[in-house]
Every structure is written in structure tokens, then in C-alpha cells.
């Protein structure tokens, strides 16, 4: 079975979907997409871990006059994430299936459409292919959003209007960035021109290039994540997103972002990749505290999540931008925990607001732990693996990440710890002041219904055994992330992960 | 069975029980959860005492077990496996846990029979246990972070177990943000101490010290050393991060018993005795855990002189008797300080108990202002206070005074500059038997308050409106926890029992070791800190017995002070009040921590908040870097709203002519 049947089957479905109509379509898109996840399991069974090298590699030439390639490979960079994608769109299709939409096959085609292009992006290996999935994304959203979003009218254009002018710019300036790549890479070594990534790590550009190119592809990543100071669209675009598309815009498509620096940034421009090393290790801190203190501060539940996510994904930038082993093994750990966090807590935020007379205000929340014990212990439960506390595989990933900086850049690792104590006072907060306290008398006390934890036990199960077993995604990536960091680490100095600690003394770069 | 077998078990009955009573929460409130809750632990504990028989068996060099599940984590320079470690401080450390956990099981059976939250606390207390036997047992690094991070889990849901009370679930956030900056401390201490070791494992740490890893580091080992001390000062309660210790007392009674003052509270103590290797190798950061604790074990007594709620004169307690452990396991005296947290879980656990059934009678109120009498009305809650009252204030030949005075005897062999940590124990000590027996007099002598008189007959006092104890708000009653019975230990067989056996600990443990006659825990302890500097650190023989000497004076020195003032001039108390109004209010207010650290930490971080969303995320965030594109938005949105287009589909295709003009130039320029 070939990676495009993977690709592919959420739009084929989707279409379906679409022609056959508003009775089909919902159930049709549940069966979709846990056809996909079972493929994608299918693959995660079959795929080698220890090799850094591509597997069920597709290989087709696509538009051969410049270059551009239908190139996909898995590797043990996006094998979880594949997993975790289709996991999570699962699940966001089941959540949504939970109430009525107007227009259903118009919505699942959206979401079916947003899916097949995660995953594209996830394993092309081309570079143009990439941008092309990239891009791809934006337009589901920008209709989920706009047709389906929460709130008024005003409310929903406003949202849009700034996810749209915010991503757009980070796209164009990527689609410049990665045709220049291809361009800059044939003229200076003088080569036909070719977007392939394996390629284009042969064919390092000089210093000069790397760095502009770097920086448009950062501004594209770091909006898309959204990165502390790009993630002006991130109030109101969240605000604005129906939830179960928000889930899945929080939980995976970030994550192509993070991704994106991994697959593409590191290998390819890694004298860039040193040279802005801090200036993106103090975005990622920057993002950390920041969303930290405007998570602290929130008055909407959505919104506490929503910087919480700003926040977890200055993680991930840290981990990445340790430029060793142990960050990037964390960051991409932590790719996968945030993800299988998001959607529950997105659902719970749903669950919250379906009991405060739909309102997502915290204040108009309070007491409900009292007759729905099982909602109040899913909810800790999530909260906690949220805050990383030890013992969930996020606390796994953190330590990763906080140990790659702290061989690297020390004092970034100091700072940083903060943000871990903070995640604590934010989550708890939101937790015990919808949960717990006086009952509010807006405020319904009702226990989740046999539906609903139909969404939430599966995400609870997974974040338990991915708890006890966090070695499942670092054994797979171990090999790939290792290579991927191996030329940035010869930038720097490192010397292998075994030695980085002793090297790492001598070397304050 | 090996073992490591029956440490597996240990953790496994704990465990086993947390899930069996969380899945059948609905059937078994109100009944069989307490049941099933304490034989969970008493199956662990029969499971420790078959380790320590089955260890014990082993030849004294090989009483250093580990075994492991599966890898946890092992990528890049981690090596982090779901491994025990297994050797007679860990076998001791679960001892003492899972006894002690049996005992207030029962004793909940009893205090929590009509709370409706019964089935969820049983399934809490059960979790608590499971984590700190996973601290204690933790072969590696990683895994004691968990653990520890899982008792803070714990004690946090029973603190804030009364969750209708904001008193309580504002202790509970605060225990677990302090926690978790212990936490972070412990983290970044590991990494200081990984970055030379190259292992997580405890084993292979203690032998990379021993081959030199750190020689030509010594300051980072300091540095991690330090780290690793905020961790234990954050969970033991000691200065600056002592402040959650006293409002964790929102948590019912026996939880104050079991996590805030028998176990998870000396976490700390575990930590320093077990790193021993790193504190010896990095003297600087033992002595300042040294000087921590005594500066905790003074400034706690003091505190204690003046609270009135009765609980929170026990934590004060608490938090002074870790000052000593904590200053004793800094100072070399491994078996001492691991004496003293055994007898102290006793006596301390006891204490608790009684308090338990002092505020039960009470119908809920926990100030020892409107405590009196209740000598004649609850015998067997008196006699076990007066036996856990004789214990702390250390009179012989009552537990805590032989513990207490080893580890005092051993600071002060350490000579030089311990000779004032020295001193300051025994004032502490002093200030022990003044503050112990002040409480003792105040709830039991004198003339009977209402409470008591109605109790003598044979009624247990009702508050027709119930109150939260801590601000005197209206409990809203219809959520039926706390429970709307009120229990004491008199007519109650569980309490009885289980504080009847700690009672009995609590007087006859100083037998284990009794200078010069036996020293059965040091012996037993042998092969733990066997390579240990201070093995040979003894105090002469008449150091000892001036020790014992003294110890015996200062406690029935404070003891009587506080008769003098409590029971034969009632007035006295009042008139020092008025006299030292200025220290008076000082230790009120517990040395002004609580305000510090508002006015540095937490202020500070809620102004920034407020200013990032009122003023920073508008204006900067919103306006500078949307700043053109939303402000032409903005500016033409009269035109958007005409054209109902939008101005956006306009904006895109300008954004897509230009980003394409860029990329034609590129691809014409390539060719």
C-alpha cells in the first residue's frame, strides 16, 4: 500500500461525501478517517526503526522542466506523526459528528480536504511539494472558519480576516523562499535544477543566501505555530474556529510548522540554522512566558488553551533550536504530546461551555466537578499531562528539550524552566476555577454522557499509555533525528550525542 | 520470590487499589471503599516486610538490588529505565510508609464514614501511597522525579479534597506550584550532575563520584547538589519555600497525618540521605542544607508559640522536626536523622489523629481559642495526645528523645561551626516543650468549653450551621462533604486501634537505638552508607550523656513554662501579648513570609499578566505587527461592508501578484 492511498483517501471520501449528501456525509467521514488511521497504523507496524533512511518511498516526476518532483518517503521523523494525524482527525471527525452543521457535506469535504493536505505536507520530500500542501491547508480553514465559525458574523471576518492575511504572508514568503532554494542551489553549484530535499542537502548554499531564506521560512513556521510576536491572528482566529476544526488546527497543524524546521530548515540551511541559533531560541523563550502569562490571565477557557498552545509549541521551537540530539528528540516528542493534549482539551472546553449556557467565560463556570466526577478526573488527567507534569510522556519530551538546551545554551534552559512552573499555575487555574470552588449559578453539574466519552477515554487511554511507554516515539525517531541534526552539529562544534556533554565544556560557541 | 519481586508488589497493592476503587466509585462509597483502601496498603505492607525478610537473607555486600520493567526512556544521552532500587534505606523508607499508611487508612475508615466524597478519597490516599513508594524506590533519576512529582499530584487532590472551599483550593494550587518549583529544582539539578556522570542511574552516579567524574568539576556539582536541595526544601517545607506546609492543613485530618507530617513531607530527608555521595563530595551544598534546617527547626518553633489553630501549631511542628532531619542528614548523621523521621512518623502521625478527634468534637472548629477541658470528656484522645506531646518535646524515655538527641549529639561532633547548629537544636528543643504542651493544656485543661461539658454528656457537639474553619464562611451543606457526622477517637474501634498501636510506637521505638545499649537502625542502614566519610563520626561518651542531660532540662524547662502560663496563671499569656505586642504580631504572621513573597513573586508576575493583555497584546501585538495590513483593513472597512466581497479576497490577490512576481523573477532567472 502506497503513501498516496494514505494521502489521498480523506479528500476521495470527502467528495463522496459531498455528492451523496447531508445524511451520508457525517458517518461517511468517520469511516474515512479511521480508514486512514488504520492505514496509517498499518504503516507504523511495518516500518523499520533504526534506519535513517526513507521508507515506502513514492517517486514520480511531476513537472520535470523545473525540477519538481512527487516525492514521498517516511522516515522516523514523521512516522508518530503520521500516526498522530490521522488519530486526531479521527477523533476530531467523531467530535464533530456529535452535533448538527449546516451544510454537512460542504463541512466534511472541508475537513477531509485539510486532512489529505497534513498529510501531504507530513511526507513530501520534495520541496515545492511541501509548499504546495503547506499552502493547501490554509483553504479549508479559511472556509471552516468563515462559514462555520463561532460567534457573529463580525466576529467570524474579523477572525479570518487575520488568520488569512497572517498565513498568506508566511506562505508567499516560503513559496519565494523554497523556489529560490531550488534556483540559488542549481546556479551555485551548477547543477539542473532539482527541489528534491535529499538534493538540496547536497548542495549547500553559500552563507549569504541561507540566511534570508532562512528567515522566510522561520516567519512562515513561526506564524503557522503561532510563535510569540507573529501570533497577533491568534485570538480572534481561534476564537472564531468551529472547535472540532480548531482541534485539529491546534493540534496538528502547528505541528507541521514545528516539522518543517526539522525536515527542512536544519538540513538544509545549516550554516543559517547556527547562525540565528539564538535569535530563535529567544522567540521560542520569549513564546514560552509569554503565552505563559497570557494563558495565566485569560478570562475564556478557549483562550487559556489557545496561549497554553503558544507556549508548548515555544517548547518545541527550544527543543529544535538546541541543534543536538536530545532537543530534537524532546521537540518531536513533544510534537506528538501536545497534539494528543490539544483535542481533548479542546473537547473539554465544548464539554464547558455546553454547561455554562454556552458561554466559555470563566466566570461563568464553577462547581461543575460536583455531580460529574468522570468529567472532573479526564479533565485533571489531561491537565495534568498539559503542565508536563512527571510521569506523562510530556514531562518526557520537556526533560529532552530542557536537557538539549541546557548542553547547549545553559542559561535559555534556566529561563525556560519557568515557563514549566508557570504551565502549572495556568492549568490548574483554569481547571479549578471551572471545576471546582463554589457552584456557580450559571453553572450546570452534569456528568459527560456515554457520547461524549466516546472522544475523550480514547485521547485519555492513548495519553496514559504513551505515559508509561514514552520510548515507542523516541525509538522510532532516534536514528532519523540523529541525522537530521548530524551537519548542524558539525556547525556547531558538537561532537556526537555520546561526547556533546564532555565537548560541550570547551565549546562555548 | 526474589526481592525484587515483593518491591514490585509493594507497589503493585497500592496501585491495584487506586483503580479498583476509582472504576467502581459509584458502588462503593460509604462502604467497602475504606475497606478495600486499607487492605491495599496492609498487602503492601505485609509485601515490605517480606522484602526486608527476603533482603536480609542476602550477604551483607549484596543488599543492593535493582530490577527493571522496561525502558522508559533511553535516546541520546538518557538512559532512563522503569527500574527499582532496592537496598535497606529503600526496604526502611517502605516500611515506614506503608505501616504508618496502614494505620490512618484505618483510622479514615472511621473520620471520612459520612463524607460523600469517600469513595474519591480512599482512591486519592491509595494514589498517594503508590507515589511516594515509587520515590522511594526509584532506582534512577527520571523515576524520582515522578514519583516526586506524584505525591505533590496527591497531596494537591487532598488538599483541595473540600473543593466547594476556596481556602482549599487555594492551598492546593499553592502546594503544587511551590511542588513543582521543586521539581524544576530537582530537573536542573539532575542535569548539572548528568552532564558528568553520563547516567541517570543512582548506582552508576554514586560510582562515576567515586572514580573522580567530578573532580575537575566540583562547581557543577555544587550547583546540582543546590539544585537538588530546592526539590527537598520545597517538598519538606523548609525556608523560603515552607509557606504551603501550613495552609495544606485544609486538607482533611488524617491527610494532614499521613502526607503532611508522617510521609511525603520528609521526602526531603529521603533525598539527601540517598544522594549521600554527591552531598559529601560538594561539602558546600550539604552545609547549606545544614544551616536551613536548623534556621527551619528555630524559626518554625517560634511561629508555633503563637497560632491558634491547632492543626497549623502541628504543621509549624512538622516543619521544625524536618529542620532537624534535615540538618541531620546534612551533617552525616544518616541513621539519626532516618531514626528521627521513623519515631517522628509515629508521634507526629499520632498527634495528628488526636487533633482529628479534638476537632471532631469540636463539630468542625479547629481554634484553640474555644478549646478547653476536654481532659475528662475524652480519656483515650488525652492520653494519646499526652503520649505524642512527651515524644516531640523529647522526655525520656519517650521515642523522639533519643532520635532527636542523636542527631544533636552528632552535629555537635561535627565541631567547628556546627557547635552553633548545636545550641540552636537545643533551643528549638526548648521551644518544642513550650509550644507542645501549650496546645496539651489550652484543649485539655482548664474549665470544659460547651463542647466538652456536652460530650461528658454523651453527646458529640453539632454545628447547626457549619462552618468553613479556616475563615468562618457558611458551609453550602447540600454537597455533604465534609461529612455532616462528626467522629472522636473515644467511641470509635478504628481510630482507637490504629492510634492506640502508633501510641505504643510512639513510646517504646527509642529502643532500637539507645546509646551505648543498641543500635539496631544504624546496623540495619550499614550497607547503604557503608562508603560514607562520616561512618566514623561518633560523639565522645560524655558529649552523649551531657546530650541527654540537657535534652531532658530544656524539655521539662518548656514544659513547665508552658503549666506555669496555660494552667497555673491564665493571665500570663494575655499580659506577654500586650508587653511584646511588636513580636507578638511578628510571629503571628508567621515572620511576614506569606506578604514577601507576594510582593516579590507574585504580584509582580499578575501585574505583568494583566499589563500583557490589557495593554501589550492590543496595542503592540495587534496594532504594531498587524499594524499596516489590519489598519488598511480597518480603515476601508466601510468599503468592505458595501462590496459584502470583503476587503480580504482583495488583499489576497495583491499578496498572490506580488509573492508570484517574485517567484516568476526566480524561475526566469534560473533558466
Redesign the interface.
Given at each position: 500500500m502506497t503513501l498516496s492511498i494514505l494521502i489521498w483517501l480523506p479528500l476521495v471520501v470527502a467528495v463522496f461525501g459531498a455528492i451523496l449528501g447531508a445524511k451520508v456525509a457525517p458517518k461517511l467521514a468517520v469511516l474515512g478517517s479511521l480508514a486512514a488511521l488504520g492505514i496509517a497504523i498499518s504503516f507504523v507496524v511495518r516500518f523499520e526503526s533504526g534506519q535513517d533512511t526513507l521508507q515506502f518511498v513514492t517517486n514520480e516526476s511531476w513537472i520535470s522542466e523545473?525540477g519538481i518532483s512527487y516525492k514521498l518517503g517516511v522516515d522516523g521523523l514523521n512516522v508518530v506523526l503520521l500516526l498522530l494525524t490521522t488519530f486526531l482527525f479521527a477523533l476530531a471527525t467523531i467530535f464533530a459528528n456529535l452535533r448538527e452543521w449546516d451544510r454537512p457535506g460542504l463541512f466534511y469535504f472541508h475537513l477531509g480536504l485539510a486532512q489529505t493536505a497534513v498529510l501531504g505536507a507530513f511526507c513530501a520530500q520534495d520541496l515545492i511539494l511541501f509548499v504546495a500542501f503547506f499552502d493547501l491547508m490554509l483553504i479549508p480553514f479559511y472556509f471552516l472558519t468563515g462559514i462555520w465559525g463561532c460567534g457573529d458574523r463580525e466576529q467570524r471576518?474579523r477572525g479570518?480576516?487575520?488568520l488569512?492575511?497572517?498565513t498568506?504572508?508566511g506562505s508567499?514568503l516560503m513559496?519565494?523562499a523554497a523556489?529560490?532554494t531550488?534556483?540559488l542551489a542549481?546556479?551555485q553549484h551548477d547543477t539542473d535544477?532539482t527541489f528534491a530535499l535529499s538534493a538540496l542537502q547536497e548542495l549547500p548554499l553559500s552563507e549569504g543566501s541561507q540566511q534570508w531564506i532562512f528567515l522566510c521560512f522561520a516567519a512562515a513556521f513561526l506564524v503557522k505555530m503561532p510563535a510569540f510576536?507573529?501570533?497577533?491572528?491568534l485570538?480572534d482566529g481561534y476564537k472564531a474556529m468551529p472547535l472540532p476544526a480548531l482541534a485539529v488546527f491546534s493540534g496538528v497543524l502547528s505541528k507541521v510548522a514545528a516539522y518543517g524546521f526539522l525536515r527542512i530548515v536544519l538540513p538544509v540551511f545549516p550554516d543559517a540554522s547556527v547562525h540565528f541559533q539564538e535569535l530563535l531560541l529567544l522567540i521560542a523563550l520569549a513564546s514560552i512566558l509569554?503565552g505563559s502569562?497570557?494563558a495565566?490571565?485569560?478570562q475564556n477557557v478557549r483562550l487559556v488553551v489557545a496561549y497554553s498552545s503558544v507556549a508548548q509549541m515555544g517548547f518545541i521551537t527550544l527543543g529544535i533550536f538546541a541543534l543536538?540530539?536530545?532537543g530534537a528528540?524532546g521537540a518531536l516528542l513533544q510534537m506528538v504530546n501536545h497534539g494528543l493534549v490539544t483535542v481533548p482539551l479542546f473537547f473539554i472546553v465544548a464539554l464547558l461551555a455546553s454547561r455554562a449556557g454556552g458561554s466559555e467565560e470563566l466566570k461563568d463556570m464553577g462547581?461543575i466537578?460536583?455531580r460529574a466526577?468522570v468529567l472532573a478526573?479526564l479533565f485533571l488527567i489531561v491537565s495534568?499531562a498539559t503542565?508536563a507534569?512527571?510521569?506523562s510522556a510530556n514531562?518526557?519530551g520537556e526533560?529532552?528539550i530542557?536537557?538539549?538546551v541546557?548542553?547547549a545554551k545553559p542559561a535559555f534552559?534556566?529561563f525556560a524552566?519557568?515557563g514549566?512552573?508557570l504551565a502549572?499555575?495556568y492549568m490548574?487555574?483554569a481547571f479549578?476555577r471551572s471545576?471546582?470552588?463554589?457552584?456557580n449559578p450559571s453553572a450546570d453539574s452534569r456528568e459527560i454522557t456515554f457520547r461524549d466519552l466516546g472522544v475523550l477515554v480514547p485521547s485519555v487511554v492513548v495519553i496514559v499509555a504513551l505515559a508509561l511507554?514514552?520510548?515507542f516515539g523516541?525509538?522510532k525517531s532516534?536514528a532519523t533525528t540523529k541525522a537530521a541534526v548530524a551537519q548542524v552539529q558539525a556547525k556547531t562544534g558538537q561532537l556526537t550525542?555520546?561526547t556533546?556533554?564532555q565537548a560541550s565544556e570547551e565549546h562555548t560557541p | 520470590m526474589s526481592t525484587t519481586t515483593w518491591a514490585w508488589l509493594v507497589l503493585a497493592f497500592p496501585l491495584a487499589g487506586t483503580i479498583l476503587i476509582g472504576l467502581g466509585h459509584k458502588r462503593l462509597a460509604r462502604g467497602p471503599a475504606g475497606a478495600i483502601g486499607t487492605l491495599a496498603i496492609l498487602l503492601a505492607f505485609a509485601s515490605a516486610v517480606a522484602s526486608l525478610i527476603s533482603l536480609q537473607g542476602q550477604d551483607e555486600h549484596h543488599r543492593q538490588l535493582t530490577s527493571s520493567l522496561w525502558d522508559y526512556a533511553v535516546s541520546g544521552s538518557i538512559d532512563a529505565r522503569l527500574a527499582i532500587l532496592v537496598d535497606p534505606l529503600s526496604v526502611f523508607m517502605m516500611l515506614v510508609v506503608t505501616g504508618v499508611s496502614t494505620l490512618i487508612h484505618l483510622y479514615s475508615i472511621s473520620y471520612m464514614k459520612s463524607d460523600r466524597g469517600n469513595a474519591r478519597y480512599f482512591a486519592y490516599l491509595n494514589f498517594f501511597v503508590f507515589s511516594m513508594l515509587v520515590l522511594v524506590l526509584a532506582a534512577n533519576f527520571l523515576l524520582l522525579i515522578v514519583g516526586w512529582a506524584f505525591v505533590g499530584a496527591a497531596s494537591y487532590l487532598l488538599i483541595s479534597f473540600w473543593y466547594r472551599r476556596d481556602t482549599a483550593t487555594k492551598a492546593g494550587i499553592k502546594a503544587f506550584v511551590i511542588n513543582v518549583v521543586g521539581d524544576v529544582g530537582l530537573v536542573l539539578g539532575t542535569f548539572f550532575i548528568l552532564r558528568y556522570s553520563g547516567t541517570l542511574d543512582f548506582l552508576g552516579t554514586f560510582e562515576a563520584v567515586r572514580a573522580g567524574a567530578f573532580d575537575a568539576h566540583e562547581g557543577a556539582l555544587v550547583a546540582g547538589c543546590l539544585l537538588l536541595l530546592v526539590g527537598a526544601f520545597a517538598k519538606s517545607a523548609q525556608l523560603p519555600f515552607h509557606t504551603w506546609l501550613p495552609d495544606a492543613m485544609e486538607g482533611p485530618t488524617p491527610v494532614s497525618s499521613l502526607i503532611h507530617a508522617a510521609t511525603m513531607v520528609t521526602a526531603g530527608v529521603y533525598l539527601i540521605s540517598r544522594m549521600f555521595p554527591l552531598f559529601e563530595a560538594a561539602p558546600a551544598a550539604a552545609n547549606v542544607g545544614a544551616i536551613v534546617g536548623c534556621a527551619t527547626l528555630l524559626v518554625a518553633g517560634t511561629i508555633a508559640l503563637t497560632q491558634t489553630d491547632i492543626k497549623r501549631v502541628i504543621a509549624y511542628s512538622t516543619m521544625s522536626q524536618i529542620g532537624y532531619m534535615i540538618m541531620g542528614v546534612s551533617a552525616g548523621a544518616y541513621a539519626a536523622g532516618l531514626f528521627h523521621l521513623m519515631t517522628h512518623a509515629f508521634f507526629k502521625a499520632l498527634l495528628f489523629m488526636a487533633a482529628g478527634s479534638i476537632i471532631g468534637a469540636m463539630a468542625g472548629a479547629q481554634s484553640l481559642d474555644k478549646m478547653s477541658g476536654f481532659k475528662r470528656a475524652m480519656p483515650f484522645t488525652f492520653g494519646c495526645f499526652v503520649v505524642g506531646g512527651l515524644a516531640l518535646s523529647g522526655v525520656p524515655p519517650f521515642s523522639g528523645f533519643f532520635s532527636k538527641d542523636e542527631i544533636l549529639a552528632m552535629v555537635g561532633a561535627r565541631e567547628g561551626w556546627f557547635t552553633v547548629l548545636y545550641v540552636v537544636g537545643y533551643i528549638g528543643a526548648f521551644l518544642t516543650g513550650i509550644y507542645t504542651w501549650r496546645m496539651i493544656f489550652r484543649a485539655f485543661f482548664n474549665r470544659p468549653c460547651p463542647e466538652a461539658v456536652e460530650l461528658e454528656h454523651g453527646h458529640i457537639a453539632h454545628a447547626e450551621y457549619p462552618t468553613n474553619p479556616a475563615n468562618g464562611e457558611r458551609e453550602d451543606t447540600e454537597v455533604g462533604f465534609p461529612g455532616p457526622e462528626h467522629v472522636i477517637a473515644d467511641r470509635e474501634q478504628p481510630m482507637k486501634i490504629a492510634m492506640g498501636l502508633l501510641a505504643i510506637g510512639a513510646t517504646i521505638l527509642g529502643v532500637l537505638q539507645i546509646p551505648f545499649v543498641t543500635h539496631v537502625i544504624t546496623d540495619f542502614l550499614e550497607p547503604t552508607f557503608a562508603d560514607s566519610k562520616y561512618v566514623h563520626l561518633h560523639a565522645s561518651d560524655g558529649m552523649i550523656w551531657f546530650g541527654m542531660i540537657l535534652g531532658t532540662v530544656v524539655a521539662l524547662a518548656g514544659i513547665a513554662i508552658a503549666y506555669h502560663i496555660w494552667v497555673r496563671k491564665p493571665g500570663t499569656a494575655a499580659a506577654l501579648q500586650a508587653r511584646f505586642g511588636w513580636l507578638h504580631r511578628f510571629l503571628v504572621n508567621k515572620w511576614y513570609f506569606d506578604e514577601l513573597i507576594d510582593f516579590l513573586i507574585v504580584r509582580p508576575w499578575a501585574a505583568a499578566g494583566t499589563f500583557f493583555r490589557t495593554w501589550f497584546e492590543p496595542r503592540v501585538v495587534d496594532g504594531l505587527f498587524i499594524g499596516g495590513a489590519t489598519g488598511i483593513v480597518r480603515a476601508g472597512s466601510a468599503v468592505v461592508r458595501t462590496l459584502q466581497s470583503g476587503f480580504l479576497r482583495y488583499y489576497a490577490a495583491l499578496l498572490l501578484l506580488g509573492g508570484g512576481a517574485v517567484v516568476l523573477y526566480f524561475l526566469i532567472a534560473s533558466s
Open positions: 523545473l471576518v479570518t480576516q487575520k488569512v492575511i497572517y498568506l504572508v508567499l513559496l519565494v523556489v529560490a531550488g534556483v542549481s546556479q535544477l510576536p507573529l501570533h497577533g491572528w485570538p509569554y502569562a497570557m495565566f490571565s485569560a543536538n540530539e536530545d528528540q462547581g466537578a460536583f466526577p478526573t495534568l503542565l507534569m512527571p510521569g514531562f518526557a526533560f529532552l530542557l536537557l538539549g541546557f548542553d534552559a534556566f524552566a519557568l514549566v512552573a502549572a499555575v490548574l487555574r479549578i471545576m471546582h470552588n463554589r457552584v511507554y514514552p520510548q523516541l525509538s532516534e550525542a555520546e556533546s556533554s | -
